[in-house]
């Protein structure tokens, strides 16, 4: 069953009213705790690979 742009378009239009968007106090919060998490998530990446590369550099005996 074959739809035409035209009734797609409405579809989408009622869909969007459809949607609870957040406030900009909900959307500030948001992106804070996002931030945070990368800080946070980088920072572990970071410890883990440093000792992951001193832990090989022991094993293989290189730098020495």
Do not use: H, N, Y
């Not at 378009?9 to 009622?14: G, P, T, W």
């Not at 949607?19 to 980088?42: G, L, Y």
């Amino acid at each position: 069953m074959a739809t035409s742009p035209f009734k797609f378009l409405q579809e989408v239009r009622e869909e969007t009213r459809k949607v609870t968007w957040p406030s900009r106090k909900e959307t500030m919060i948001t992106t804070a705790m996002v931030f945070v998490m990368v800080a946070i998530s980088s920072i572990f990446f970071l410890v883990a690979d440093q000792i992951i590369r001193i832990a090989v550099t022991f094993v293989l005996g290189i730098g020495s």
